[in-house]
Structures are given as C-alpha cells and as structure tokens.
C-alpha cells in the first residue's frame, strides 16, 4: 500500500524521462544548425566588412590626395610599392594684364617678387609653401617641380621690399624669380610639399614633411599607417591624354589574423548531476520549468542572431547609401559648373533619385586689359537622404571652383 506522502511525490515516469531527453536531443541538434551557421556567417561577414572597410577607407585617404595632386606629379617607383605625388594647398590665376593702370602683373621676363591673384584664395599661404606653375613632367630638369634646380618651383614670403604681405589676393615670393614657362591658362599651385605613399612590412604607409627630390625616394621611417594587415600591394599610373585624365590604379589585399575556424575543445564534466536522496517510487527527472527554461534560451539566441544579421545588412545598406549621396552631390556640381559656363543662375534644386541636391554658387569678375571679363566661379552641391534626425539620414557636401572666360 502507499501513504499520501508517496502519492504526492512528483516527477516524470521512464517514459517521459525518454521523450524529454529525445526532444531536448533534437532541439539541440536543430540549434545546433540554426545557431552555429548563421554565427559563423556572421564571423565570416563581419570579418569581410572590418577588411572592405579598410581598404575603402585607404583607397579615400589616397583619392583625397590624388585629387589634390599638382598635375603631372605623379609617380610610381621600379617596385611598383611607392607612389608619390606633390601636395597641392589651393591654386588660383596670376594676373598677367593690367586693369588699365591697375594692378600688379607677374613679370616671367625678370625676376619678380609679387603679383595679383584673379578671384581669393581660399586661404593666406604659409611661409616656405611652394608657389609652382606650368608643370608638365615628374622627370627631367625642364618643367618639373621635383628636380634640383626648379624653373618653376618657387618659395612663398612674407613681406616684399614695397611692404606688401601676403592675402588672398595677393602673393609676396621669399626672393625674386623668373619663371621660365608662362602658363597657357595664367594658372598657378600652391604647395606644402610631395607626398609618398608606400607598402612597408605588412603595412600601408603615408610619408610627407620631406623635401623635393629629383630622384623618386622610398622613405622608410617617419610615416603615418593607413591601414594594416596588408599582403599585396601595388601601384600603377597611367598618365593622361588630351582626350582624357590620368589613371591611378592601386592593388591592395588585406588579411586579418583568425580567418580560418577552429572547433570548439570538447571536455567532460566530473560530478556534475545534483545528489540527493532516493525514496520508494521517488522518480527524478526535468522539471516543467527546466524544460520551458531551455526552449526560451534557445528562442533568445535565435533573436540575438537576427538581430546582429539585421544590425550588419543595414550597415552594408547604409554604406551604399554614403556612396550614392556622394555621387549625387557630384552631380550637383556638374549641374552647377554647366549651368555657369553657359551664362546661366548656377543656384538651383533637382531630384537624384532619391536624393535631394541643392546648388549654391558665388561668383568674381574680374578684367585684364581687354581680355576680361574672367568669371571666378565657387560653387557647393548638397546631396540629402530622409530627414534629420532618423536612423537612414545622409547627407554630403561637395565644392569646386571653376573659372570660365
């Protein structure tokens, strides 16, 4: 006969003992699959992302300075791993007429010191920056501003003999010099000097704060890391055309320390079942709690997952996104300097897209004897997505100035 105490007793029988750790079984064998796959995904995707967003990160660090470049400055070592271009601060148009009796000229049949600037500068230049113009080769002593003896290389001042300084609209040279080459377009660039970008041990480097070298030269220490993790690296250049621009092209892989997988270290677990003490008809098993306990983590993991897929397809988006307002905001400018260089209101609004771009643009006139007048235009595209505040705004900005006779 059994007491109550004993028909109180609670507890799952052998069979449901059986069942339970044959669901259990197959509820981890299914998170097994539906968990360890989509986190090593998520490893792998991440992995990928960290890298592409490296190298993007370096190709815009470059392309920022490659569009700065001084024309014609660009060159590429023997080894394919350095490249170096001349650094340009801004650059603007020499007066070479007078106004009528105004204005001061840049004289290239002496020695001159200062002269006019056509439309302001975007800022006052430094002293030591280097004034340069016409420069048509990155070898050679003629018309190259890396070689020893410059014909077209020369130093900013601070004040000249007459006592004029420096502004942005006029410019004061530390001593007088003749140029030896007019520019066809009364163009000029300021400079603070050449940059070389090179793959040194495993790393991509940035090196500036040098001087001009006639010879291409491969620093080795000093330098800034643009990024790591670098296993291939090359450089190539092909200079431009009259039909075209000229072509930087660069090769860049990356790898990151833990690509490859390992299997997790499998162990054993000594005394690890709860004792206790063992009655008549006293049957242990899962608790109802136990069980509903297991099925939430598992549904929680599962979430977190989705979540962190989520999480990382949106960056992926958004990133796209950056480059498309980018592009955009380019549009704005052609839009801008077209519109400018047929006589018409370069300030206007359109639609890419789903972009919103609005232009601004300011203008200077100026005349030079009876060739004028020049029209200085500086004009500002805004490329905008969504609204402020909301988690798919974007917004970039883009400025250039053209000039048009």
Known sequence: MRTASEKNQRGFTLVELI?????????????????????KGYTDLARRTRLVDQAEMALRRMQRDIRHAL???????????????????????????????????????????????????????????????????????????????????????????SGSSNSTSHLVLSSGFKFAHRSPYQRFYLSDGPVTYGCVGGSLMRYDGYGFNATQPT?????????????????????????????????LTLSEEGGDHHPVASGSCGECAMKGLVRYHNQAGFTLVQAIFA??????????????????????????????????ARS??????????????????????????????TSQSFTEGATGPYNIYRISATAVYGAVGSVDYISRTAEIRVGFP
Not at 19 to 30: D, E, R
Not at 98 to 108: A, H, V, W, Y
Not at 219 to 228: D, E
Not at 333 to 347: H, K, P, Q, T
């Open 19 to 39: 069942v339970v750790i044959l669901v259990i079984g197959i509820l981890s064998a299914l998170g097994g699959k539906l968990i360890v796959a989509p986190v």
């Open 219 to 251: 620093p080795a220490s000093g330098g800034a890391q643009v990024t790591s993790g670098v296993t291939g690296c090359s450089f190539s250049y092909d200079p431009g055309a009259s039909q075209r621009a000229g072509l930087v092209t660069m090769e």
């Open 295 to 328: 099925v939430v983590v598992l549904s929680l993991l599962g979430l977190a997952m989705m979540r962190l897929i989520g999480v990382q397809s949106a960056t992926s988006v958004m990133a796209v996104q950056q480059a498309r307002a980018y592009q955009a």
């Open 71 to 161: 024309p014609n400055s660009i060159r590429v070592d023997g080894t394919a791993h350095y490249l170096e271009l001349i650094n340009t601060l801004d650059g603007g148009r020499y007066r070479a007429y007078l106004d009528g009796t105004t204005g001061d000229i840049l004289d290239f049949d002496a020695a001159d010191l200062e002269f006019d600037v056509l439309g302001d500068l975007s800022r006052v230049p430094n002293d030591g920056d280097s004034l340069i113009i016409y420069n048509v080769t990155s070898s050679g002593a003629v018309a190259n501003a890396y070689a020893g003896t410059p014909d077209n290389r020369a130093l900013i001042g601070s004040v000249s003999a």
């Open 332 to 361: 704005g400018l052609d839009w801008g300097a077209a519109r400018a260089a047929a006589g018409n209101d370069c300030n206007g609004s359109f639609t890419v897209d789903d972009f919103a771009v609005a232009v601004s643009c």
